[in-house]
């Protein structure tokens, strides 16, 4: 191998394997090195225990995660050009799958993207992003103009940045919890957080600031339209209604009614407003109340309310050790569901941990069909919009799951 300028990070055979496999991630406890003296933050090299280079990260003892690949090209030069290519392929490809809902979309999708640690939504004019790497930390001074010059080159003008930098994971990276608008010259840093965002021809009221997350989840667009064209004439009760976004896409798309519920009053307002906001409050109730609990005493009663029932749980599990009580949460839930739906009714079900693995979740329905003797006919298996990419290799990419079912 030529002469490099970057510091050598020697690796075991077991995260050789992962990397050759197309996993960007290396561990600490399967490292040694590096050669020579650098700050977590720098790039190095990764080669293997016969000296066989294997890609250039970013480095980060702080980090489980101690290194993050961003290229496997010897020949790369990581100047403000590469990063700016990068870009442009990340822009190119949501032009391709998105279409006219790009102004709708995640712009980059971390790992997916080769932006590890890097969450870049677009709400129209507003770009709102998470960062939670010391990679990506120090150069997004580099990424931000770029991205709002390449925008405006499509003819997409943004007119402020809001960073979410929240998530306790930043800690772990040895960074501050923190948010707040990006002061970059051009852009407005005083706006109320507040914007009206059109998704699937839908209003919604977004708060990028206080929402949870980036403010709102692109993941389930064309998810939302799929279930919307199963709604027409049905009683529909939507579960976890967050923003009322399955709701209102159910009663948009001709249901007799939809009652939307959370356990969350500010969630069950804001639904509310969405649905004035859309002309749709004479076929959408909102309700505050726990699932859990409102399935059972609806289970209770006679007859069948519902013909069609949403259930979009928040992330019952975030970790490997939880998987287990999250198995029985999405189990119980589902059940009660299909227990409540009449023969011929309908169920959306989905998770979006991907801790919760397709196999595991498709186990989990086996067993609640069984449980509530009833046969399961599906009609899709779905995963998150094409803005959100699955990159094969890494598994953290798939992480939303999406089935519609018949209950026959």
């Not at 870049?120 to 960062?131: A, P, Q, R, Y």
């Amino acid at each position: 191998m030529a002469q490099r300028p970057y510091p050598v990070i020697t690796v075991n055979e077991k995260a050789a394997r992962s990397l050759r496999g197309g996993h960007p991630w290396v561990y600490g406890a399967e490292t040694t090195g590096p050669d020579r003296p650098c700050e977590n933050g720098d790039l190095v090299d990764v080669v293997t225990q016969k000296g066989r280079w294997l890609g250039t990260g970013f480095l980060n003892d702080h980090s489980k995660i101690r290194v993050r690949l961003i290229s496997r090209n010897t020949n790369d030069k990581f100047d403000a050009a590469f990063w700016r290519r990068r870009l442009q392929y990340a822009l190119d490809y949501r032009a391709v799958v998105m279409g006219p809902d790009v102004s709708a979309s995640r712009l980059i999708f971390g790992e997916a993207d080769q932006f590890p640690g890097l969450t870049v939504d677009l709400f129209h004019d507003v770009l709102v992003t998470e960062v939670l790497s010391l990679g990506m930390e120090k150069i997004k001074h580099i990424l931000y103009p770029q991205l709002v010059e390449l925008l405006a080159d499509r003819g997409i003008r943004v007119r402020a940045i809001y960073e979410r930098n929240e998530a306790a994971l930043r800690e772990k990276e040895g960074l501050p919890r923190e948010k707040g608008f990006y002061p970059l010259p051009g852009l407005e840093t005083d706006l109320d957080g507040h914007l009206i965002l059109t998704e699937n021809g839908i209003k919604y009221d977004v708060d990028y600031i206080g929402g949870q997350k980036t403010g709102f989840f692109l993941d389930q667009k064309y998810n939302r339209r799929a279930a919307a064209a199963l709604a027409p004439g049905r009683r529909v009760l939507d579960c976890f209604t967050h923003t009322g976004a399955f709701a209102l896409n159910c009663a948009q798309g001709g249901a007799a009614h939809v009652t939307a519920v959370d356990i969350s009053q500010d969630a069950v307002e804001l639904t509310r407003r969405n649905a004035s906001l859309n002309g749709l409050e004479d076929r959408v109730d909102a309700v505050q109340a726990d699932v859990f609990d409102l399935l059972t005493d609806l289970a209770r009663g006679k007859g069948h309310p519902y013909d069609y029932i949403i259930l979009d749980p928040p992330a019952f599990t975030k970790s490997g050790a939880t998987v287990k009580n999250a198995y029985r949460g999405y189990k119980e839930i589902n059940l009660k569901a299909m227990k409540l739906l009449p023969r011929g009714g309908y169920l959306a079900t989905c998770s979006c941990s991907h801790f919760m693995t397709a196999p595991l979740f498709c186990q989990m329905l086996r067993e609640a069909a069984a449980d509530a003797a009833v046969s399961l006919r599906q009609i899709e298996d779905r995963r998150q919009s094409p803005d959100h990419p699955i990159l094969w290799g890494v598994p953290e990419t798939e992480y939303l799951k999406f089935y519609l079912f018949q209950i026959v």
